[in-house]
């Protein structure tokens, strides 16, 4: 026998039980309540994760709310539908970790969440997942949001996440690549369009700086060489890394995708 039950929260209905009221008096009670710390550092996740399926073309402004009734269906027993949000023919294979590149990354997530909330509300969500710290949502992203995305797509021994952080010794430059959009190609386009001319203009900057500074730099100024020099040497590497790789490239989906960088 189908007992009606409260999909949004399957707890509801065991405190309802154990409490002896009615699920909708618990709800009603629980709207005056506030949020618990760990009700706000996962709604947070949950949204900066759509602000990411949004960046890369898996789902458009309107995916970040669904109705419930959009995603419980009515007859219990029907086939499932697939999704139509999901592997849009104008998804992006490639976004990168890059301030001011048409294809950055903080700047697509930022837009899907602004589009959604206010202004302050990427600073707000960055702050919940990192207890309060003082951290940048492009620093979040560089450092901790794969890890997190991995461990949520994990389960019995087996990874599978649906967006890859191929990135530098340091994360100084991160490629963000969309699974569903992977062709054979992609990692000569991540080679072709984007490493190779970030790896040229960092030389031309450090370049610039060596021409500046002369042959007696400041204490300051050496510090900003040599953090220089060490980012074009991680491009450097990561470049020979994709250039290795790319030819052996050719990723069936079907069958699961295994990548090591």
């Not at 430059?173 to 001319?197: C, E, G």
């Amino acid at each position: 026998i189908y007992k009606k039950g409260y999909w949004g929260d399957r707890s509801i209905e065991l405190v309802s039980h154990l409490w002896r009221v009615h699920p909708a008096s618990l709800l009603e009670a629980l709207k005056d309540a506030p949020a618990s710390v760990r009700w706000i550092e996962a709604t947070a996740w949950r949204v900066l994760s759509s602000a990411m399926a949004f960046a890369v073309g898996r789902i458009h402004s309107e995916g970040f709310f669904v109705e419930t009734d959009k995603v419980v269906p009515a007859d219990l027993f029907t086939a499932p539908q697939v999704d139509p949000r999901t592997r849009q023919p104008d998804a992006r294979a490639i976004l990168v970790d890059d301030l001011g590149h048409k294809a950055d990354v903080v700047r697509h997530v930022e837009e899907g969440i602004v589009g959604q909330f206010t202004p302050d509300a990427p600073e707000e969500i960055v702050r919940a997942l990192s207890d309060g710290q003082n951290t940048t949502l492009r620093q979040f992203i560089a450092s901790s949001f794969f890890s997190r995305h991995l461990s949520e797509y994990s389960d019995y021994r087996r990874a599978a996440p649906v967006y890859w952080q191929l990135a530098t010794q340091s994360a100084s430059f991160s490629a963000w690549i969309y699974l569903h959009a992977l062709t054979k190609d992609t990692l000569y386009s991540l080679q072709n369009d984007f490493v190779v001319h970030k790896l040229a203009h960092e030389e031309r900057t450090l370049e610039s700086l060596r021409l500046e500074y002369g042959d007696s730099p400041t204490g300051s100024e050496r510090k900003q060489l040599a953090a220089q020099e060490l980012f074009v040497e991680e491009l450097r590497t990561f470049l020979d890394e994709v250039r290795r790789v790319a030819p052996l490239w050719d990723p069936t989906l079907n069958d699961g995708v295994v990548v090591a960088f």
